[in-house]
C-alpha cells in the first residue's frame, strides 16, 4: 500500500474548484489575443429553401466592421465530403458546412458572418444584415414524416444497430392473454450548458494557430480542423482546459469552429466567435422519437415477449443514430424480442448525442410500458422487475462482467420507503395533493477507449499527471489527481492535472461515461511506469539502500522509495531524481481496453430510480418530493463527485419528465422557445431531496474496476417520475414532459 | 443587440424632454426587459435615457390613507416594505410569485408595468407579428399559442401582458400616476393597459414621452382574505399560463366585496367586476365561486394549443376564491398551493 489514506473512493473536493468559482478558470470565449476580431454569425429565419440575396449595404457601413462572409464570398473549402468526415462523432451522411452554398437546410443556419473590431460592433451589424429566400414548406415534427421512416442503411460508427429478433416476439404477443402495446413519445430536447459554443482562434503568424474551442476532446476539432483547411498539424494546438457543461452537444465540431478558422485564416487574424443562446438551438439536440413498445406476460409476471419499435428524427443530410431500443433485449429475461430502429429525415440540424444518448428515450419508453405491466397484472411494479431479473446480456447473450442491480433495487427501496407504498393508484394523499411512488431501471453501457496519460515527478517534488481527455465538470481533474497522489502517497495539493490540450498524450472525445475508466487508467499505468523509472534511478545510487529492491518490494511515500519491510531504507525522490540526473522524470501510459475480456463479458452500469410526487389533480399541478437513485457503477473513484453526477442526471431527468421540451412552429419550421426563459428546465423549486446510493459492485473489464457515472444518473429518473404521477392520479401519461394541460 | 447612445436624466423634466426631441429614444430604469428585448433585436433604441437617479424611489403614505409608491421603487423592496407585506399582502405575494430574485432586485415599479409580452413570435424578429411590426401578421393565432390569451385577444393579436404584480394591483384598484409633455395625470389601473384591437403595437395608454411616476393604492383592505394563485410550467421563475389575484371582504358570514384579476389570459390584467359584483352578499361556497368563474370566462376563446387554459383559469378561479375565503393563500416561498 502506497498511502494509509488513500484519495481514491473518498469524497475529495474538486482540485479546480477554486478557479472556477474564482473566476480564473479560462473558457473558450475568455482567451484574448492581440488585435483580436470578433464574429458574430446570422441565422436563415427560413427552414427550407434558397438564399436568393443578402443584402449586405447597411452591415457594411455599420461601425468597425472589417469582413462579412456569405456563400458567395468565402475562401475556397473543399466541396467533396470526405475531409468534414474526419471528426470521431461523425454520423453518416455529408456533413454540414456553413456558407457552403445557396441552400438552407434548417432554420437558424448561418448564411454570413460578420467581422469587426469589437463583440458589440459584429453583433450590431449582424442585425442590419438581410435576406431575401425563396421558401419551400419544411417538415419539423417527426409524427408527419412517419410514413417516410427507413432502416439506416449504414450504421454510425461505435452504435449497434438492433440486434436480430430471437424467438417470436409477434406470435407470442398474439397469443398472449396479458399484453399490451402503447405508443409513447419524449419532447425533443436541447443541452444547454451554462457556457455559449464559442471558439477563440489566435493567429500566431507563421501559419500557426492557437485554438481554444468548446469541445468535449481537443484532438476532434484539431484533427477536422486541419483536414477542411489543409493545415499542418504541427501548427495547430487546441486548448481547452475547462468547459462549461456540455452533456454531448460538444462532441462534434460546430459552425463556430468552422467559421472562426475560416475568417482567421482569411484574415490573417486572431478571431473570435461566440454564438447567441438563441444559436445553441441550431445545432445538435436529442431527437423527437415516436416509440411503440409491446409487451406479453404469463399470469406470475415473467415476460414472455417484448417489442419495441422507434422513429426517430434526423436531418436531411445526416442520419444521425443512437441506441434507442436495444435496451429492451438486455435489460429484462424475455425469450421472444423484436426490436426495431428507424429514422425519419425533418427540415431540422442534425441532432446529437445528449446525456445517455438513446438510454434516456427508450428505456423511459420501456419502463413506462412495465410499469403499465405490473398495474395490468396487479403486481408491485418493483417486483415485475425482480421477476424478470436479466442474469445475462440477452443481445449478445453474454455474461455480464459484473451486475449489482439487485442490491441497487433492495437498498433503494429500503431507503426510499418502497413497502409503504399502498398499491392501488389514487389510493394515496395528503392535503389536497395525490401522492404516487414510481420505479424504474436505468442502464447504460460501461465502454472504454484507449488513451494515454503522462506522469512527471519534478525535483520541487510536484507530480503532474496529463491526458489529453477533457474535464468537461464531471470531475476529471480531480480524479487524476487523485490516482496520481494515491501512487506517489502525495498530499492532492502536491499533484497537477492536466487536460484539454492537444500538446498532451492523446485522448479521444470524452464522451459515453468513457473518461473515467479510460483516463483514469491511463494515468495509473503512466504512475506505474514512472515509479519504475524512479526505482531505477534510485537503485542506481552509489551504496543505493533499494540496490535489489524491485517495485513489488517498496512503498512510495512521504517523499521517498521506502523498502516495505524495512522502511528505514529508503532513498528520496529527490536524490532519485538527482541519481537520474533529471530535473523531471517522466513517463508514460498506455491504457486500452482488453478485448478478450469485452468479447467473454457484457459491461453496464444500472441504476434502480424511485421517485415520490405530489399532484395536485384540480389544478394540474406535479411536484417531485424526493428521488432515490441507487447506482452500480462499480469502484466509486470520488464520492462527491460522482454523486454530483448522479445529482444532474436525476435534475435533468426530472426536466425530462415534467419541463423541457422545444417546440418548433410547424409552418415556420423555427423553434419559437429557443431561449432559458421559455424553455423550460427545472428551477430549484422543482427540485426536493435526491439521494443518491452506491452499490458495491466489483468489476474487472478494467484494472480499476472504473465503469463510469456520467450517464446513469438520467437513465430510468423521468420514467421513474411518470411512473409516479400514474400511481397517483391514475393517468398515464404517454408523451412527455408531463405539463398541466395533460393532467386536467 | 444595436449600438446606441445612453444619457442619464437628472430631472423628471430633462427626461422627458430627451424622450420627446429623440424619437429613438426611449427610458430605462431596472433594464430587465428592455435589455433583453434590445438582445433580440427586437427594440431598437438609438438612445437610452437612464432614470434611474431621479427622486421616484420612495413609499409614501397618502392624505387618504394609502400609498404612493414611486415609479423607482425595486420590485423586491416594495414586496418586503413592511407596509406592504402588512396591509397589501396580496401585492407583496403577487411580486414574489414573479421572476427570481435577481430580477427582482433590478426590476422597479414603473417597469413591471410597461413589460412587453413574451410571445414567442413577438420576441423572434424572424417571424412576422402585428405587435412587433404592424400589419405583418400574427402566426401566434395558427402557430404555437399554449401561452396566449384566452380573452379579450383581437384578429391581430393573441399576445398576453406578462406581469403578477400588475394582477394584485388591478385587484387592489391602484391609480398610475404619469408626467408627461402636457403635465401630469393620473390613470386608474384598469385603463392603463389596453386590449390589442386593431393597434396591438400599443401595449398601454401612456403618450410619446410620459413616464410613470408612482402607482398609488388606495387605502388598505383584503388584508386579511386574500391568494395570489399562480400556475405555470415549472414551479418557479416561469410566467403564469393562468394567475388569479382574489381578495374578499367578509361581512359576517357572506361576502361584503370581492375583487378578482387573471393574469396570464388577456393583453392586459383581467378584472372582472361583474364576476365581483356576483359574489357580493353571497356565502362563500364552491357555487359561488364557479358562477364567478363562469362570467370571467364567459367569452374565453382558445387557439388550440391554449384551449387548456380556459377550463385551467375556470378551475383556479375556484380554487383561489377558496384560498381567500379560507385565508389560506399560496406560500410563495415554497410555491405551495394549498
Given at each position: 500500500m502506497s498511502n494509509v489514506h488513500p484519495y481514491v473512493g473518498r469524497a475529495t473536493p474538486r482540485v479546480d474548484g477554486p478557479l472556477k468559482v474564482s473566476g480564473l478558470a479560462t473558457y473558450a470565449a475568455e482567451f484574448f489575443a492581440e488585435d483580436m476580431l470578433y464574429a458574430a454569425a446570422v441565422p436563415a429565419t427560413i427552414a427550407k429553401g434558397r438564399i436568393k440575396r443578402i443584402d449586405l449595404s447597411a452591415a457594411k457601413g455599420a461601425p468597425g466592421v472589417v469582413e462579412i462572409l456569405t456563400h458567395e464570398n468565402r475562401p475556397e473549402i473543399p466541396e467533396d465530403d470526405a475531409p468534414?468526415?474526419?471528426?470521431?462523432?461523425?454520423?453518416?451522411?455529408?456533413?454540414?458546412?456553413?456558407?457552403?452554398?445557396?441552400?438552407?437546410?434548417?432554420?437558424?443556419?448561418?448564411?454570413?458572418?460578420?467581422?469587426?473590431?469589437?463583440?458589440?460592433?459584429?453583433?450590431?451589424?449582424?442585425?442590419?444584415?438581410?435576406?431575401?429566400?425563396?421558401?419551400?414548406?419544411?417538415?419539423?415534427?417527426?409524427?408527419?414524416?412517419?410514413?417516410?421512416?427507413?432502416?439506416?442503411?449504414v450504421p454510425r460508427d461505435g452504435i449497434p444497430p438492433p440486434p436480430p429478433p430471437r424467438g417470436d416476439a409477434e406470435a407470442t404477443f398474439k397469443g398472449s392473454e396479458i399484453r399490451l402495446k402503447h405508443d409513447y413519445r419524449v419532447a425533443p430536447e436541447h443541452h444547454n450548458p451554462m457556457e455559449l459554443q464559442a471558439t477563440t482562434v489566435v493567429w500566431e503568424g507563421g501559419g500557426a494557430l492557437t485554438i481554444h474551442n468548446k469541445t468535449q476532446g481537443v484532438i476532434n476539432p484539431k484533427n477536422y480542423i486541419c483536414s477542411v483547411f489543409s493545415l499542418d498539424p504541427e501548427k495547430v494546438r487546441v486548448v481547452s482546459p475547462f468547459v462549461g457543461g456540455a452533456f454531448g452537444m460538444a462532441l462534434r465540431p460546430h459552425y463556430d469552429l468552422f467559421l472562426a478558422v475560416l475568417a482567421a485564416i482569411k484574415l490573417e487574424r486572431s478571431v473570435r466567435l461566440v454564438l447567441t443562446r438563441g444559436q445553441m438551438w441550431t445545432m445538435g439536440w436529442r431527437p423527437d422519437t415516436l416509440q411503440t413498445v409491446a409487451l406479453s406476460a404469463d399470469a406470475d409476471g415473467k415476460l414472455t415477449s417484448v417489442s419495441h419499435h422507434a422513429i426517430q428524427a434526423t436531418s436531411q443530410f445526416e442520419d444521425y443514430q443512437e441506441p434507442i431500443v436495444n435496451w429492451s433485449g438486455l435489460i429484462y429475461d424475455c425469450p421472444n424480442v423484436s426490436l426495431k430502429y428507424e429514422l425519419a429525415k425533418l427540415d431540422v440540424s442534425t441532432p446529437s448525442d445528449m446525456r445517455a444518448p438513446g438510454a434516456t428515450t427508450g428505456v423511459y419508453a420501456l419502463e413506462a410500458a412495465m410499469d403499465e405491466l405490473a398495474y395490468e397484472l396487479k403486481m408491485d411494479p418493483l417486483e415485475l422487475r425482480l421477476k424478470n431479473y436479466a442474469e445475462k446480456d440477452g443481445n449478445d447473450d453474454k455474461p455480464f462482467s459484473s451486475k449489482e442491480l439487485r442490491a441497487a433495487y433492495e437498498?433503494?427501496?429500503?431507503?426510499?420507503?418502497?413497502?409503504?407504498?399502498?398499491?392501488?393508484?389514487?389510493?394515496?394523499?395528503?392535503?389536497?395533493?395525490?401522492?404516487?411512488?414510481?420505479?424504474?431501471?436505468?442502464?447504460?453501457?460501461?465502454?472504454?477507449?484507449?488513451?494515454?496519460?503522462r506522469a512527471a515527478l519534478s525535483a520541487d517534488g510536484r507530480l503532474e499527471v496529463a491526458c489529453g481527455t477533457a474535464d468537461i465538470g464531471t470531475g476529471t481533474y480531480t480524479i487524476l489527481a487523485q490516482i496520481g497522489a494515491d501512487a506517489f502517497g502525495l498530499p492532492i495539493e502536491e499533484v497537477t492535472a492536466k487536460?484539454?490540450?492537444?500538446?498532451?498524450?492523446?485522448?479521444?472525445?470524452?464522451?459515453?461515461?468513457?473518461?473515467?475508466?479510460?483516463?483514469?487508467?491511463?494515468?495509473?499505468?503512466?504512475?506505474?511506469?514512472?515509479?519504475?523509472?524512479?526505482?531505477?534511478?534510485?537503485?542506481?545510487?552509489?551504496?543505493?539502500?533499494?540496490?535489489?529492491?524491485?517495485?513489488?518490494?517498496?512503498?512510495?511515500?512521504?517523499?521517498?522509495?521506502?523498502?516495505?519491510?524495512?522502511?528505514?531504507?529508503?532513498?528520496?525522490?529527490?536524490?532519485?531524481?538527482?541519481?537520474?540526473?533529471?530535473?523531471?522524470?517522466?513517463?508514460?501510459?498506455?491504457?486500452?481496453?482488453?478485448?478478450?475480456?469485452?468479447?467473454?463479458?457484457?459491461?453496464?452500469?444500472?441504476?434502480?430510480?424511485?421517485?415520490?410526487?405530489?399532484?395536485?389533480?384540480?389544478?394540474?399541478?406535479?411536484?417531485?418530493?424526493?428521488?432515490?437513485?441507487?447506482?452500480?457503477?462499480?469502484?466509486?473513484?470520488?464520492?462527491?463527485?460522482?454523486?454530483s453526477q448522479i445529482l444532474g442526471g436525476v435534475v435533468m431527468g426530472v426536466g425530462m419528465a415534467l419541463h423541457e421540451e422545444s417546440v418548433w412552429d410547424k409552418s415556420l419550421g423555427r423553434i419559437m422557445n429557443a431561449n432559458l426563459g421559455e424553455y423550460h428546465v427545472p428551477a430549484h423549486a422543482d427540485i426536493h431531496d435526491i439521494d443518491?446510493?452506491?452499490?458495491?459492485?466489483?468489476?474487472?473489464?478494467?484494472?480499476?474496476?472504473?465503469?463510469?457515472?456520467?450517464?446513469?444518473?438520467?437513465v430510468g429518473a423521468a420514467a421513474a417520475v411518470a411512473n409516479a404521477v400514474f400511481h397517483a392520479t391514475g393517468k398515464r401519461i404517454r408523451e412527455l414532459p408531463i405539463t398541466i394541460d395533460k393532467l386536467l | 443587440m444595436m449600438n446606441f447612445s445612453y444619457t442619464r436624466a437628472t430631472s423628471v423634466g430633462e427626461a422627458i424632454q430627451a424622450v420627446v426631441q429623440d424619437p429613438q429614444a426611449r427610458f430605462i430604469a431596472g433594464g430587465t426587459n428592455l435589455v433583453d428585448l434590445m438582445k433580440y433585436n427586437v427594440e431598437r433604441p438609438g438612445r437610452l435615457v437612464d432614470i434611474t437617479r431621479l427622486p421616484l424611489d420612495r413609499i409614501e403614505e397618502?392624505?387618504?390613507?394609502?400609498?404612493?409608491?414611486?415609479?423607482?421603487?425595486?420590485?423586491?423592496?416594495?414586496?418586503?416594505?413592511?407596509?406592504?407585506?402588512?396591509?397589501?399582502?396580496?401585492?407583496?405575494?403577487?411580486?414574489?410569485?414573479?421572476?427570481?430574485?435577481?430580477?427582482?432586485?433590478?426590476?422597479?415599479?414603473?417597469?413591471?408595468?410597461?413589460?412587453?409580452?413574451?410571445?414567442?413570435?413577438?420576441?423572434?424578429?424572424?417571424?412576422?407579428?402585428?405587435?412587433?411590426?404592424?400589419?405583418?401578421?400574427?402566426?401566434?393565432?395558427?402557430?404555437?399559442?399554449?401561452?396566449?390569451?384566452?380573452?379579450?385577444?383581437?384578429?391581430?393579436?393573441?399576445?398576453?401582458?406578462?406581469?403578477?404584480?400588475?394582477?394584485?394591483?388591478?385587484?387592489?384598484?391602484?391609480?398610475?400616476?404619469?408626467?408627461?409633455?402636457?403635465?401630469?395625470r393620473t390613470i386608474p389601473f384598469s385603463d392603463f393597459h389596453r386590449l390589442p384591437g386593431s393597434e396591438p403595437e400599443k401595449d398601454n395608454t401612456l403618450s410619446r414621452g410620459e413616464i410613470v411616476t408612482a402607482v398609488e393604492l388606495p387605502k388598505p383592505r383584503f388584508g386579511k382574505n386574500h391568494t395570489y394563485l399562480k400556475l405555470r410550467d415549472r414551479l418557479s421563475y416561469a410566467f403564469a399560463l393562468v394567475s388569479v389575484a382574489a381578495a374578499i371582504e367578509l361581512d359576517g358570514d357572506v361576502i361584503g366585496e370581492a375583487r378578482l384579476a387573471l393574469g396570464g389570459v388577456a393583453h392586459k390584467p383581467w378584472?372582472?367586476?361583474?364576476?365581483?359584483?356576483s359574489l357580493k352578499g353571497k356565502l362563500p361556497s364552491s357555487s359561488a365561486f364557479e358562477e364567478a368563474g363562469d362570467i370571467v370566462l364567459r367569452n374565453a376563446k382558445g387557439h388550440g394549443h391554449n384551449d387548456f387554459k380556459i377550463e385551467l383559469a375556470r378551475r383556479a378561479i375556484a380554487r383561489a376564491l377558496g384560498q381567500a375565503a379560507a385565508g389560506t393563500p399560496q406560500v410563495q416561498a415554497n410555491k405551495s398551493i394549498n
Open positions: 468534414y468526415l474526419n471528426d470521431m462523432v461523425a454520423v453518416p451522411g455529408s456533413p454540414f458546412r456553413p456558407l457552403r452554398n445557396d441552400k438552407v437546410l434548417y432554420s437558424g443556419q448561418a448564411i454570413a458572418l460578420v467581422i469587426a473590431d469589437s463583440h458589440e460592433n459584429a453583433r450590431h451589424a449582424a442585425s442590419l444584415v438581410t435576406a431575401e429566400f425563396e421558401v419551400e414548406t419544411p417538415t419539423v415534427d417527426v409524427a408527419d414524416a412517419r410514413s417516410t421512416a427507413y432502416e439506416p442503411p437498498q433503494g427501496a429500503k431507503r426510499f420507503g418502497w413497502s409503504e407504498r399502498s398499491p392501488e393508484p389514487r389510493s394515496m394523499k395528503e392535503g389536497k395533493e395525490l401522492v404516487g411512488y414510481g420505479v424504474a431501471t436505468g442502464c447504460w453501457e460501461a465502454m472504454m477507449q484507449p488513451h494515454s496519460a487536460v484539454g490540450d492537444t500538446s498532451l498524450p492523446m485522448a479521444p472525445v470524452e464522451g459515453g461515461s468513457w473518461a473515467a475508466a479510460s483516463a483514469g487508467n491511463a494515468v495509473q499505468l503512466a504512475c506505474a511506469a514512472l515509479k519504475e523509472e524512479l526505482l531505477k534511478a534510485a537503485r542506481g545510487l552509489d551504496d543505493s539502500p533499494l540496490a535489489n529492491a524491485d517495485v513489488a518490494h517498496v512503498t512510495f511515500a512521504d517523499g521517498k522509495i521506502a523498502l516495505t519491510s524495512d522502511p528505514e531504507k529508503s532513498v528520496s525522490y529527490a536524490d532519485a531524481l538527482k541519481a537520474a540526473g533529471s530535473e523531471r522524470l517522466e513517463a508514460k501510459g498506455d491504457f486500452a481496453p482488453d478485448g478478450e475480456f469485452a468479447e467473454k463479458y457484457a459491461s453496464y452500469t444500472h441504476s434502480a430510480v424511485f421517485a415520490e410526487v405530489r399532484v395536485d389533480e384540480e389544478l394540474g399541478v406535479v411536484r417531485v418530493e424526493r428521488i432515490v437513485s441507487a447506482v452500480a457503477a462499480g469502484k466509486i473513484l470520488n464520492l462527491a463527485t460522482a454523486r443518491v446510493i452506491f452499490v458495491d459492485e466489483e468489476d474487472k473489464a478494467n484494472p480499476m474496476g472504473v465503469k463510469g457515472l456520467g450517464e446513469i444518473g438520467i | 397618502t392624505p387618504g390613507g394609502g400609498l404612493k409608491i414611486g415609479a423607482l421603487v425595486p420590485n423586491s423592496d416594495l414586496a418586503y416594505d413592511e407596509r406592504i407585506e402588512r396591509d397589501y399582502p396580496l401585492l407583496s405575494s403577487a411580486i414574489l410569485a414573479g421572476a427570481s430574485a435577481q430580477l427582482r432586485n433590478a426590476a422597479t415599479t414603473g417597469g413591471n408595468l410597461l413589460q412587453r409580452t413574451r410571445c414567442y413570435y413577438f420576441y423572434d424578429v424572424g417571424t412576422p407579428c402585428n405587435k412587433r411590426e404592424p400589419g405583418s401578421g400574427c402566426p401566434a393565432r395558427t402557430g404555437v399559442n399554449r401561452i396566449h390569451a384566452i380573452l379579450g385577444a383581437s384578429d391581430a393579436c393573441i399576445a398576453t401582458h406578462p406581469s403578477d404584480m400588475c394582477v394584485a394591483l388591478a385587484a387592489l384598484g391602484a391609480t398610475v400616476h404619469v408626467e408627461g409633455p402636457d403635465g401630469e378584472r372582472d367586476e361583474a364576476a365581483e359584483a
